[in-house]
Nanobody
Framework: QVQLVESGGGLVQPGGSLRLSCAAS????????ASWYRQAPGKEREWVAS????????DYADSVKGRFTISRDNAKNTVYLQMNSLKPEDTAVYYC?????????WGQGTQVTVSS
């Protein structure tokens, strides 16, 4: 059974940090490109960051570049999103996605709320 399970969300003050985790099972995670997306209330889901299969390259949306870092540990079948200098506009449900062509898999999401 394929699963992607996110964790690590919560309430944080502006300027704070959180680290999200996404644990994969049921497929060959190490052969999958992994990404984080987010969806704020009333908005469409947007791409945040992606990392290559071996973790050698990563890309970021301009809105998070320099503040967020995506990483992965293929031995643990887990992808991470380190989020620093959080802003209220980062408030959203964060989803992880894994793509191993032609299939893609999504997690159920974890809520991140940035508020004082």
């Amino acid at each position: 059974q394929v699963q992607l399970v996110e964790s690590g969300g919560g309430l944080v003050q502006p300027g704070g940090s959180l680290r999200l985790s996404c644990a994969a099972s049921g497929f060959t995670f190490s052969s999958s490109r992994a990404s984080w997306y987010r969806q704020a209330p009333g908005k469409e889901r947007e791409w945040v960051a992606s990392i290559s299969e071996a973790g050698g390259s990563a890309d970021y949306a301009d809105s998070v570049k320099g503040r967020f870092t995506i990483s992965r540990d293929n031995a643990k079948n887990t992808v991470y999103l380190q989020m620093n200098s959080l802003k209220p506009e980062d408030t959203a449900v964060y989803y992880c996605k894994a793509v191993r062509f032609p299939r893609s898999y999504w997690g159920q999401g974890t809520q991140v709320t940035v508020s004082s």
